[in-house]
């Protein structure tokens, strides 16, 4: 992975990058510390050569709020770059070579569908990217292989009824697997 590089000094909350710090200020309001945490345990063991396991991140809020810039622009280049996996967790392409080049894959407003089995299929896929370190890696021409992915999975959805199906049933199999942040509109 080439992850963007830290500074070689600290300081306050926001120096050197006032402008993202503004933006992820209001984004998550009061949820601000938690979604660092998260985000520094990802960071971290990827710089390090390391890569955890960790939660599967959904971040629901208003349309236009900036989760998707989050995910698709700062996430990605932070850590390196991110894969659009809607049609693999989803089971609708089973082709996933491309996703395995990079240790954040995105998901956004794309799965809120009524389809029963869709739904059960996006819910397992979740839940074993988010539990397991193994998952059948396919190329085209070429016979599938189990192969380790240690990456994570950010969901954003908007903030409706509708969309919030989105989020997999909270039983006690996935409670623990999950982290669901309510954003504002910047």
């Not at 280049?77 to 990079?102: R, Y």
């Not at 569908?113 to 193994?134: G, P, W």
């Not at 919030?164 to 996935?174: A, F, R, T």
């Amino acid at each position: 992975l080439k992850l963007l590089s830290p500074v070689k000094s600290s300081g306050e909350w926001g120096d050197g990058f006032p402008c993202v710090a503004n933006f992820l200020s209001e984004l998550f309001k009061d949820q601000l510390e938690h979604f660092l945490a998260w985000l520094h345990i990802f960071y971290k063991s990827a710089r390090d050569g390391d890569l955890r396991m960790g939660q599967v991140v959904f971040i629901a809020g208003p349309p236009e709020s900036g989760k998707t810039f989050l995910s698709n622009k700062l996430m990605s280049d932070l850590m390196g770059g991110n894969q659009g996996a809607t049609g693999f967790i989803t089971g609708q392409d089973n082709f996933n070579k491309s996703l395995f080049d990079t240790a954040l894959w995105t998901i956004d407003d794309a799965v809120a569908t009524s389809d029963y089995r869709t739904r059960e299929k996006y819910f397992q896929m979740v839940k074993q990217v988010a539990a397991n370190e193994d998952i059948d890696y396919r190329r085209k021409y070429v016979d599938g292989f189990s192969m380790q992915w240690k990456g994570r999975l950010i969901v954003t959805m908007n903030d409706d009824g509708g969309s919030l199906n989105m989020l997999p049933p909270m039983d006690p199999s996935i409670e623990d697997k999950v982290n669901l942040y309510k954003v504002s509109k910047v």
